[in-house]
């Protein structure tokens, strides 16, 4: 089976779902064509080719044409996965309501669509993945408060469920809720310490929250930033969004520091145990490294080299932005 399909089309850049719709109508046929496809069930079940991958195939299909508007070929994925998992299985009843939202031609449609989620989640307001469903379509109909009370009673069963949890972070910063979003981005890390999008996430909303802060508030905000900034790119070391967030927090630290009066307490707190700020040196050789390594990236993102060419247009410019700004601001 091609690996193109066992790929979800989660990127932003459009290119791969492009890309991998173009290909489902193949998919479907192959799979259609076989004999076996036309006896009754059971029968093809004993027949049939199952694996993992294949119904991964068929779902990546689905939301690659969703998302394209081939909804014909969307629906035939869509289809065989009903036929197989049957029409009541919890995430079947997700993909359906995705299906009908994204083909729903105006505000009834998809009122419609949301008394479909409340009639499930009435006879069973267990199932999470129709909870999800029903989260996102309150918050693209513009009520993000009803989204947010949905998603916290989900987190309030689940609370290991880091997709909830940065969501409703997601959610609290549209309202400007920093406070909350860096909790709940905080409880995502509980669950995926690893997560390298996830620390760099908190680095930003921490970093937006500083621009509201003052004195030792301020700097000790900054410099929490610039620490989950740094475990970004530790975690990996070619992360463009990390690089860029440690450019801008260390820049704002460093005018911070420099600014600062001549034998000002730190903010440190030992019985406490927060951290003592960083050192104006400490600061300066990680903005050298995120500025070389910002440069290093668009450099050779820009070139199309090998092992390079996952970066979007838009995220090289906004670096070689960045850095331009910058090297004017020195010249002057």
Known sequence: ?????????????????????????????????????????????????????????????????????????????????????????????????????????????????????????????????????????????????????????????????????????????SQGSLEQAVYCLEEVLLVMPNAWNMHARLGEVVYMSAQKMEGGDQMKALAESMRRFCRSIELCDGYLRGFYGLRVTTGTLLETLQGAKKGQPTTSDPLAGDLAPPSVATVKKLNAVATAKLAEIVRRGTAGEKGWDGYSEAELKAAKDLIDRDTQRIER
């Open 1 to 173: 089976m091609p690996a193109p399909y066992l790929t979800a089309p989660i990127s932003a850049d459009p290119r791969p779902a492009l890309s991998l719709a173009a290909q489902a109508p193949t998919f479907t046929t192959s799979q259609a064509s076989s004999w076996w496809s036309s006896l009754p069930y059971p029968l093809t079940l004993f027949l049939n080719t199952e694996s993992q991958e294949k119904w991964t195939s068929y779902e990546n299909l689905f939301l690659a044409c969703l998302r394209t508007g081939d909804y014909p070929t969307a629906y035939t994925c869509l289809e065989a996965l009903i036929a197989r998992f049957g029409k009541t299985n919890d995430h079947i009843l997700a993909l359906q309501g995705l299906y009908q939202e994204a083909t729903a031609q105006n505000t009834g449609e998809l009122e419609e669509v949301m008394k479909a989620y409340d009639e499930v989640l009435r006879e069973d307001p267990t199932i999470f993945s129709v909870r999800k469903r029903r989260a996102a379509l309150l918050r693209s109909v513009g009520k993000a408060a009803e989204a947010i009370a949905d998603l916290t009673v989900l987190v309030d069963a689940s609370p290991t469920d880091a997709e909830a949890w940065a969501e409703l972070a997601d959610l609290y910063l």
